[in-house]
């Protein structure tokens, strides 16, 4: 089994004990290894290769927004997962904007944090709960007059997938409420990014508000 690599910046070394022992107990994980501050981050990319970093977003020197977008303008096969207790509005989307994939607040569950890890590593981007809502929020005060082009019309059944995945509502429990496959959920979810340009379930969600889909 190939494991995915992990690098954690983090300035505080207890952290960094505690996201290690978080992480120990799953074997397709492997931290290769850590730095506490920019410069030391750069040498170990250059030297280690991650699959994906897991970043604090507040770190001396330069942010970890900073650090992100070196990261990913260099290295942009690497999946970097912020994990702080900082949830601001501006940060989230700043944080996005620089190239990151996920966004864990520390107050997460270990679960969500390997499912973040996991979810970067595929290239899908991971936010949920509160990081997710702000997000949102955020994108709709300021592009507010954006609208999503229509190009291709959704079905029925698209529709109310979507409506359901805008309620936060997990794959199984939309194929409960549908009595249809998880599959099938995934393949009406897959249809309708394919259709609408949309790379994100935060994106079905705004888009879902912005043509009335669902109310806020």
Known sequence: MEK????????????????????????????????????????????????????????????????????TEKYPSTKVVYYTSHVDEELITRGFEAGAYGYVPKDFSTEELIEAIHMVNTGQKFMKGIVSEKFISSYLKSEKEKKFLQDMPLSDRELEVLK????????????DKLF?????????????????????????????????????
Do not use: C, W
């Open 4 to 71: 995915i690599r992990i690098l954690i910046v983090e300035d505080h070394e207890v952290v960094i004990k505690g996201i290690k022992a978080l992480l120990e107990p799953y074997e397709e994980l492997e931290v290769v290894g850590y730095a506490l501050e920019s410069e030391d981050a750069r040498k170990k990319m250059d030297e280690l290769k991650p699959d994906v970093v897991i970043m604090d977003i507040n770190l001396p020197e330069i942010s970890g927004i900073e650090l992100t977008k070196i990261i």
């Open 164 to 175: 359901y995945l805008s309620q936060g509502l997990s794959n199984k429990q939309i194929a």
């Open 180 to 216: 249809i496959s998880i599959r099938t959920v995934e393949t009406h979810k897959h249809n309708l990014m394919k259709k609408l340009n949309i790379f994100s379930t935060a994106e079905l969600v705004i888009y879902a508000i912005q043509n009335n889909i669902i109310q806020i």
